[in-house]
């Protein structure tokens, strides 16, 4: 079984800066992808950003965050990180982690850090 562990949300002002951890219980080279995810309230879970582990590490980022948050992981560590800059309060929602394994293809989550952007 494969646990996600986030970390690093908070209460931010317009502006600020938050780093976003997320943790995992086994080598991240056993995941084709990692990526993180959001959902604010009354919406739909969206794509925040997300890597690939072949490729040379690509990442994507939707249209909304490019320029201020960038994904990257740490492989010795077995984490995986989102630092976010120059944060909206448009950016204020639940983040989630979330990884594809390798070969069976299965989808875990973790269980969410809560990010508030105060204006």
């Known amino acids: 079984q494969v646990q996600l562990v986030e970390s690093g949300g908070g209460l931010v002002q317009a502006g600020g800066s938050l780093r976003l951890s997320c943790a995992a219980s086994?080598?991240?080279?056993?995941?084709?992808?990692m990526g993180w995810f959001r959902q604010a309230p009354g919406k739909q879970r969206e794509l925040v950003a997300r890597i690939s582990s072949v490729n040379g590490g690509t990442t994507n980022y939707a249209d909304s965050v490019k320029g201020r948050f960038t994904i990257s992981r740490d492989n010795a560590k077995n984490t995986l990180y989102l630092q976010m800059n120059s944060l909206k309060p448009e950016d204020t929602a639940i983040y989630y982690c979330?990884?594809?394994?390798?070969?069976?293809?299965?989808?875990?989550w973790g269980q969410g850090t809560q990010v508030s952007v105060s204006s």
């Open positions: 086994r080598d991240i080279f056993s995941f084709s992808y």
């Open positions: 979330n990884a594809i394994l390798s070969g069976q293809g299965t989808l875990y």
